[in-house]
T-cell receptor, first 112, second 114 residues
Framework: AQKVTQAQTEISVVEKEDVTLDCVYE???????LFWYKQPPSGELVFLIR??????QNEISGRYSWNFQKSTSSFNFTITASQVVDSAVYFC?????????FGSGTRLQVQP | DGGITQSPKYLFRKEGQNVTLSCEQN?????MYWYRQDPGQGLRLIYY???????QKGDIAEGYSVSREKKESFPLTVTSAQKNPTAFYLC?????????????FGPGTRLTVT
């Protein structure tokens, strides 16, 4: 069985603070994919990133960065200089063995 | 504008009634999915379809039914057999039916059954 754990249920920061959202996963597969999705108040999920299990390079996209560490089974997401528009629920997900499993999500509130 | 539309955004039904949620996409994607989201939980897969006239059960298919007669459309029926139907329902699509594809989501339908 595979599992995704997002232990942080809710995080509140003040604008311009950096914030890291944690994601820990469990899988027995050697080939798998990890995702982050953002769910703004409007409801639809928006794809942010996908990594496969063979690519441990960290990725940066503007204010967003992702740290993938197989040794600790983690795929953490950092927002630098957070903005109010970053307020949303963020989901980490794992695809392996024909199944896509989502974590329970982390609600991020960025206060002005 | 390409995307996924779900209607209505809010839906209210009495217990014991079947209700059908609409999902349409104009992205020319082969695969479509239905998820259920409950407060404080991640998304759970109800049904998915990789091609027209074919669909597969997901993790929580009991009490739900789907059809895929057209590539663009994947309606979900919540039947009276679904014991706890009140939830937020999200439809998604992807280019192919590979689970590692990026999925595109609709805005969701919030169903309340009383």
């Amino acid at each position: 069985a595979q599992k995704v754990t997002q232990a942080q249920t809710e995080i509140s920061v003040v604008e311009k603070e950096d914030v890291t959202l944690d994601c820990v996963y469990e899988t027995r597969d050697t080939t798998y994919y990890l995702f982050w999705y953002k769910q703004p108040p409007s409801g639809e999920l928006v794809f942010l990133i996908r990594r496969n299990s063979f690519d441990e390079q960290n990725e940066i996209s503007g204010r967003y960065s992702w740290n993938f560490q197989k040794s600790t089974s983690s795929f953490n997401f950092t927002i630098t200089a957070s903005q109010v528009v970053d307020s949303a629920v963020y989901f980490c997900a794992l695809y392996g063995r024909r199944a896509l499993t989502f974590g329970s999500g982390t609600r991020l509130q960025v206060q002005p | 504008d390409g995307g996924i539309t779900q209607s209505p955004k809010y839906l209210f039904r009495k217990e014991g009634q079947n209700v059908t949620l609409s999902c349409e996409q104009n992205l020319n994607h082969d695969a479509m999915y239905w998820y259920r989201q409950d407060p404080g939980q991640g998304l759970r897969l109800i049904y998915y379809s990789q091609i027209v006239n074919d669909f597969q059960k997901g993790d929580i298919a009991e009490g739900y039914s789907v059809s895929r007669e057209k590539k663009e459309s994947f309606p979900l029926t919540v039947t009276s057999a679904q014991k706890n139907p009140t939830a937020f329902y999200l439809c998604a699509s992807s280019i192919e039916g590979q689970g590692f594809d990026e999925q595109y989501f609709g805005p969701g339908t919030r169903l309340t059954v009383t």
